[in-house]
Nanobody
């Protein structure tokens, strides 16, 4: 079963940075598309950034473009989300997720319903 260990969340001031980590546990990322999602209080879970294993394409939600960067360390089977210039509206629980990569899967299909395996989440709070 696909499992993740997430870390890196915390409290940061507006304009600050955090790097979230998502380490695969007992499996390799070689065959999976990976995504970062977030869910703010009272809101639906939304896709933040996804990366397609097949072609390496990357998707970012408009709200995070230019501020967040997704990356994958295949040697360590760890996915990162570097978050810069954080805003109060970035406050949410952040989750990483995986789905088996296929020839039909695309980074743009960065919707929670398209991913089957989820991490436990890490809280990000942006406040003065």
């Amino acid at each position: 079963q696909v499992q993740f260990v997430e870390s890196g969340g915390g409290l940061v001031q507006p304009g600050g940075s955090l790097r979230l980590s998502c380490a695969a546990s007992k499996f390799t990322l070689d065959y999976y598309d990976i995504g970062w999602f977030r869910q703010a209080a009272g809101k639906a879970r939304e896709g933040v950034s996804c990366i397609s294993k097949g072609d390496g394409a990357v998707y970012y939600a408009d709200s995070v473009k230019g501020r967040f960067t997704i990356s994958v360390d295949n040697a360590d089977d760890t996915v990162y989300l570097q978050m810069n210039s954080l805003k109060s509206e970035d406050k949410a629980m952040y989750y990483c997720a995986a789905r088996v990569a296929t020839t039909f899967s695309t980074a743009a299909n960065c919707h929670p319903g398209a991913f089957a395996s989820w991490g436990q989440g890490t809280q990000v709070t942006v406040a003065s």
